[in-house]
């Protein structure tokens, strides 16, 4: 046969290769050497709940230095002073202490308590800034959580308590618990 010939080459003529393992393999294989990440939450303001009726809930994100992911990777974040502040159709962050970690923040001066804005949608913003305004609300950080490799905080839309409301509140609390002792009592 010639060069030029109109024949199919035979099916034995073909490549043979070893087989291609599966990609998920691959993928499954590096991820026991990757580093353990760190997940769920960072700090809690457990007394909001016990101060405000907590209404609307909405997920922020954080606009953070480098020092601070550091010390907040080690576990120095406190939110339970921080409330938020809404200035000029921005919503920042106030009151949070992140403690600088010596190692992290050696070339910059830290500010443990400085104002960070917070990173949210324009709707969200217009329906905080028009509770907080018209309504009577405060917006209060409630917790501070990763979310992939990324700081999340929290926000909430709450209603102050009266020290009757409070008292009400934990009357409430107690007895749910008495009636959970109550039900695992009778059922064993």
Avoid at 50 to 78: C, M, N, T
Wanted: proline letters at 4%; one cysteine or more.
């Amino acid at each position: 046969m010639g060069l030029h010939s109109n024949t199919v080459p035979a099916q034995n003529a073909v490549l043979h290769c070893a087989p291609r393992p599966p990609s998920h393999t691959a993928v499954m294989a590096k991820s026991g050497d990757k580093k353990k990440q760190t997940g769920g939450r960072i700090a809690q303001n457990k007394r909001a709940r016990h101060d405000y009726f907590l209404e609307d809930k909405f997920e922020a994100g954080l606009a953070l230095l480098g020092w601070e992911v550091k010390s907040i990777r080690d576990g120095r974040a406190q939110i339970g002073e921080a409330y938020v502040n809404l200035h000029r159709g921005e919503a920042y962050l106030e009151g949070a202490n992140i403690t600088p970690m010596l190692s992290a923040s050696t070339h910059v001066v830290p500010e443990p308590q400085r104002r960070r804005k917070l990173l949210l949608h324009a709707h969200e913003l217009a329906r905080i800034f028009a509770a907080t305004s018209q309504k009577g609300y405060t917006c209060i950080a409630t917790v501070m959580y990763w979310k992939d490799n990324k700081v999340k905080l929290e926000i909430a839309l709450g209603k102050g308590k009266q020290q009757h409301d409070k008292r009400m509140t934990k009357r409430d609390q107690d007895w749910q618990r008495d009636k959970q002792r109550l039900m695992k009592a009778t059922t064993r």
